[in-house]
C-alpha cells in the first residue's frame, strides 16, 4: 500500500522546500529578464556607462551620414550635366528647326503660323535645315545612319467638299495618312527635287489635320570628360507636329524630343585619368558592414527578448502580453536603416555602372541615392529622440498619425468632389481646370493661399451661369478648407501635442512593459563615471534611471 508523500512527516516541508525552490529560480528569472531588457532599451550612453560598450553604432552612423551624402553630391553633379546637355540640345533644336521660332514657347506649342504660304515655307524650312545639318550645327550631331532618314506623314480626311459661304459641308470623317522618307543620301543628290515636287506637299488645308515630321539624331556629350568621367553618347528620337485639328485658322506647332542615352561603342580617350570606383567602393564596404549588425538586434531581441517576457508574464501572471507591448521590441529605426543601406548599395552599384557606361539608367539611381540618403538623415532624429527635450516631434508624430490619417480619409472625399465638379464645369472656361491633374494641383494651392486673384480672374465671363457658379464654387471650397478643415487639421496635431507635454511632465501612461521595468534599479549596470569618451558626455540624473525611453 502506497502512502501520500504529505502523510508522511517532513512531506510538507519537502513540498515547501520545492515551492520555495522554484519561487527562488522564478524570482531570479524575473531579475535576469529585467536586466536585459532595461539594457535593450538603454541608448548608446546608457550602455557604455553600464558595460563599457562602445557605441560604434553611432559613430558608423554618422560617418555613413557623410559618405552617403558625398556620394550623392557628386552623383548629383554628374546628373547635372547630363540634364543640361539635354536641355540644351532641345533649345537648338527649336532654334535650328523651327521656322521663325522667337526662343519662347507659347503656351504648351512652341510656335504658330497663320497662312498657307507659311506652312510650306516652316515645312520645307525643317527639309533643308535637316539637310545642310553638319554644316550649320554647333553641336557634335549626326545622322543615325544613313537608311534613316527624315519621315513626313502627313493626315488628313478622306474627301469632302466645304462652302462656309452657303453654310454647306460634305466631308468623310475617316482618315487617310500618307508618309514619305527622304534619307540623307537622297537629299543631296538630284532626285530630291522631284520629291520636294511631288503631289505629296499640295495641302488640302480644310481636309487637312496634321502633318508630322520625325527623325532622329546621334550626339556625343564631350563635357563629362573635364569631370574625369567618361562621355555619353545620345540618340535624339525628335518629331514636329503642325497641328490642325482645330481648322480654327490657327496651325500649331509642337515640338517634342525623346532622348535616350547610349553606350559608346568605341571610344578611345587620351592624356586623362578616370578613377570612378574608389567612394563608390568604400561606401559599399560601409553597407556591407552596417547592414547586417542592425539585423541582429532586429531578429535576435525581437524573437528571444520579446519570447522571453511573453512566455515569463504568462507563467507568473497567468495573461497574455498585449499587442502594443509587443511591438515596443521592434525598432522602427533599425527596419529603417536596413531599407536605406539596401537602396544605397544598389543604389552604388548602378552609379558605378553608370560611370563605366555599361548602364544609363540615371532616374532609377537618383532616386535610389535620393531616398536613401532622406532615409539616413531622418534616421538622425532616432539619436535626438533620446533625450526628453528632443524628442517632442517623434512623440507628436507618433500620437496624432492616427487621427490625421482618418481625419484625411473624410476631408479628401470632399476634396475629391470639388476636383470633380470644378473639372466639368469650369474645364471649358477656366486653363487651370482642364484636366483632372491640373484641377488637383490648382486646388491645393488654394488651401494653402497661393495664387487666389489670378484664379478668380482668369474665369471667362462668356457665360453668366458659369460665372456664378464659379464664384460659388471657390468661395466654398476656399472657405470650407481654409476656415474649417485646415483648422481642424492643425488643431489635431496641437491637441497631440499638448498631450504629450502633459505626459512628459505628469508621466506616460504605463504599459504592461513599463510597469515591469520601472520598479528595477539599473544600479548593478553601473560603474565608475570617471572617464568617459567625448561622444557620451550627456548625462542623466539619478532621478531619471527609472524612465524607459522606448522607441
Known amino acids: 500500500m502506497e502512502i501520500p508523500l504529505k502523510s508522511l512527516p517532513g512531506g510538507r516541508a519537502a513540498a515547501s522546500g520545492r515551492n520555495m525552490m522554484t519561487q527562488s529560480d522564478l524570482d531570479l528569472k524575473e531579475t535576469t529578464l529585467k536586466e536585459d531588457l532595461k539594457f535593450y532599451f538603454m ?17 558608423l552612423q554618422i560617418l555613413k551620414i557623410l559618405m552617403v551624402t558625398t556620394q550623392l553630391v557628386f552623383f548629383g553633379l554628374s546628373n547635372q550635366l547630363v540634364v543640361s546637355f539635354k536641355e540644351e540640345n532641345i533649345v537648338a533644336f527649336k532654334h535650328l528647326f523651327l521656322k521663325g521660332y522667337s526662343g519662347a514657347d507659347e503656351d504648351d506649342y512652341s510656335c504658330s503660323i497663320y497662312t498657307q504660304q507659311d506652312a510650306y515655307d516652316s515645312i520645307f524650312y525643317v527639309i533643308n535645315q535637316y539637310r545642310h545639318l553638319k554644316n550649320i550645327s554647333l553641336g557634335t550631331l549626326g545622322y543615325e545612319h544613313e537608311e534613316s532618314g527624315l519621315k513626313i506623314c502627313k493626315q488628313q480626311y478622306k474627301r469632302g467638299t466645304m462652302l462656309p459661304s452657303n453654310d ?3 466631308i468623310d470623317v475617316s482618315t487617310e495618312t500618307e508618309c ?5 543620301k537622297e537629299l543631296t543628290g538630284k532626285k530630291v527635287e522631284l520629291k520636294l515636287n511631288s503631289s505629296f506637299f499640295n495641302l488640302e488645308f480644310y481636309r487637312l489635320i496634321q502633318v508630322e515630321i520625325s527623325f532622329k539624331l546621334k550626339g556625343i556629350a564631350l563635357q563629362t570628360i573635364h569631370a574625369r ?3 555619353d553618347c545620345y540618340a535624339f528620337q525628335n518629331t514636329i507636329t503642325f497641328n490642325n485639328r482645330a481648322h480654327s485658322g490657327k496651325i500649331k506647332v509642337y515640338f517634342d524630343s525623346d532622348t535616350d542615352i547610349q553606350e559608346c561603342k568605341d571610344w578611345h580617350i587620351f592624356n586623362s585619368v578616370l578613377n570612378y570606383y574608389s567612394s563608390e567602393y568604400c561606401c559599399m564596404e560601409l553597407e556591407h558592414c552596417h547592414i547586417f549588425h542592425p539585423r541582429r538586434p532586429v531578429a535576435k531581441h525581437l524573437n528571444a527578448c520579446q519570447q522571453r517576457f511573453v512566455n515569463f508574464f504568462l507563467e507568473k501572471y497567468k495573461r497574455r502580453v498585449c499587442y502594443a507591448d509587443r511591438l515596443e521590441f521592434l525598432n522602427g529605426w533599425y527596419v529603417l536603416v ?3 543601406d539596401v537602396m544605397t548599395i544598389i ?7 553608370i560611370k563605366a557606361k555599361n548602364l544609363t539608367s540615371y532616374d532609377v539611381c537618383s532616386i535610389l541615392l535620393g531616398t536613401s540618403t532622406l532615409f539616413v538623415w531622418v534616421g538622425v532624429i532616432r539619436y535626438l529622440g533620446y533625450f526628453q527635450t528632443y524628442n517632442v516631434l517623434i512623440l507628436t508624430m507618433q500620437a496624432s498619425l492616427p487621427k490625421v490619417l482618418r481625419f ?8 475629391l468632389g470639388y476636383t470633380f465638379c470644378g473639372w466639368i464645369v469650369l474645364g471649358p472656361y477656366h486653363e487651370k481646370f482642364e484636366d483632372l491633374n491640373t484641377v488637383a494641383e490648382c486646388l491645393f494651392s488654394l488651401v494653402n493661399g497661393d495664387d487666389m486673384f489670378a484664379t478668380f480672374a482668369q474665369i ?3 457665360s453668366s451661369l458659369v460665372w456664378m457658379f464659379s464664384r460659388l464654387y471657390l468661395y466654398s471650397f476656399i472657405s470650407l478648407f481654409i476656415y474649417m478643415i485646415l483648422s481642424l487639421f492643425i488643431a489635431l496635431i496641437t491637441d497631440s501635442y499638448d498631450t504629450i507635454k502633459k505626459y512628459q511632465q505628469s508621466g506616460f501612461p504605463a504599459t504592461d512593459l513599463h510597469e515591469f521595468l520601472k520598479d528595477h534599479s539599473s544600479a548593478g549596470y553601473r560603474k565608475d563615471r570617471t572617464t568617459f569618451p567625448l561622444i557620451c558626455c550627456c548625462r542623466r540624473q539619478q532621478s531619471d534611471d527609472n524612465l524607459i525611453l522606448i522607441n
Open 180 to 184: 514619305i522618307l527622304l534619307k540623307p
Open 460 to 462: 471667362q465671363e462668356k
Open 168 to 170: 454647306t459641308l460634305s
Open 229 to 231: 568621367e567618361l562621355p
Open 43 to 59: 541608448n548608446p550612453c546608457e550602455k557604455y556607462r553600464a558595460r563599457r560598450q562602445i557605441p560604434w553604432k553611432l559613430a
Open 408 to 415: 484625411c480619409c473624410c476631408a479628401g472625399m470632399i476634396y
Open 338 to 340: 536596413i531599407i536605406s
Open 347 to 353: 543604389g552604388s552599384i548602378l552609379k558605378m555602372e
